[in-house]
């Protein structure tokens, strides 16, 4: 049976880029970086849970060919390719100055919902990212 989702998979165009967004500005850290000769495999996780990866990857072989890889692009680029990554924070308010400051472009600020705070942004390739601040005992 299955037991634990190990690593998800967003696309991103462009992997150096994606470093210095999620690893520069949003603090995660790098997980893998390996040339497979194929491909660069690019992981990165939350500071202390390296259990959980997401793999950075570039639209291209050999997942897919070089027609398919520029329909993905063009996709990503318009925000349509559905990659999607929701993480929680202690404080969403105090996450959101801090990351604002860095220079990270906000969708919504941080916004009560039944569930808790949230915001939302999108990283420079198109991909949607929200972060919450559970209610206290949720």
């Known amino acids: 049976m299955l037991n634990a989702i190990k690593i998800s998979q967003i696309f991103v165009l462009d992997q150096d880029e994606a470093l210095d967004f999620y690893v520069g500005k949003l603090g995660l850290e790098v997980h893998t970086d390996a040339d497979l000769g194929f491909m660069r495999w690019l992981t990165i996780n939350v500071p ?20 398919t890889a520029n329909q993905v692009r063009d996709l990503l680029t318009k925000g349509a390719m559905g990659g999607s990554l929701f993480f929680t924070s202690d404080d969403c308010r105090k996450t959101y100055e801090t990351l604002s400051a860095k220079g990270v472009e906000f969708t919504e600020e941080p916004t009560e919902r039944p569930y808790g705070i949230d915001c939302g942004l999108r990283d420079p390739f198109g991909n949607s990212i929200r972060f919450s601040q559970p209610l206290s005992g949720s």
Do not use: T
């Not at 849970?49 to 060919?65: A, N, S, V, Y």
């Open 48 to 67: 202390g849970q390296p259990d959980r990866e997401i793999l950075l990857e570039k639209p291209g072989p050999p997942r897919m060919d070089e027609a």
